[in-house]
Each structure stands twice: as C-alpha cells, then as structure tokens.
Nanobody
C-alpha cells in the first residue's frame, strides 16, 4: 500500500503564502505523476497542479497559474506546492495524489492514491 501524508496547511491572510508538502511512503510503485487537488465546501474537487515525476514538467489550473508552483524531490519522494498571493477563494481542503497512469493527470479519477487532505484557509 502507498501512503501519502500532507502537511503545511493553515490560516493565512490574503496576499500571504503557504507551502504544502506531501510525502509518499509504503510499497514502491512507478509514479508517473503527483498532483494537488482541492475541495471547497459545497463544491466538487478540482485540479490545482500536477508534476510528471521523471521529467518535472508541470501543469496548472488557470486559476493558480503565476501564483502556485509545484515541485518535487525525487530522493525524498516528496512533492511540494508553493502558494503565493493567496486569495480567499483559494480556501479549501488540499489533497495530494499519485498515479502510475500516464494519461489525463488533470483528472481526479486518474489517481490511484490520495492523502487525507490539509486545510488551507485564506482570510480577507
């Protein structure tokens, strides 16, 4: 089994920054990509960012482009999400996910493994 553990969420004022981390552990599997999704109350889970594990090529949702940066540390089996210029509409539970499938990494159903989520709250 693969475990994903997120950390780094919290409360921040609008315009502030947070850095989320997600460490993967457990059985070894060939990761194609890791991603971040978020879910606000009453809304569906939405794609935020993903990074292809081997190449480091990243994809972002339009709503976070230029503000968020996804990165990974292969040696630590960890993916990060640096969030700058945060807005109240970024408030959500943020989930880390991992997949060995090399398709549609912006789609939640592609991902086999999920973390438990970490709360990010941005006050105005």
């Amino acid at each position: 089994q693969v475990q994903l553990v997120e950390s780094g969420g919290g409360l921040v004022q609008a315009g502030g920054s947070l850095r989320l981390s997600c460490a993967a552990s457990g059985r070894t599997f060939s990761k194609y990509a890791m991603g971040w999704f978020r879910q606000a109350p009453g809304k569906e889970r939405e794609f935020v960012a993903a990074i292809r594990w081997t190449t480091g090529i990243a994809s972002y949702a339009d709503s976070v482009k230029g503000r968020f940066t996804i990165s990974r540390d292969n040696a630590k089996n960890t993916v990060y999400l640096q969030m700058n210029s945060l807005k109240p509409e970024d408030t959500a539970v943020y989930y880390c996910a991992a997949t060995g499938r090399g398709v549609a990494i912006v789609t939640a159903s592609t991902y086999e493994y999920w973390g438990q989520g970490t709360q990010v709250t941005v006050s105005s």
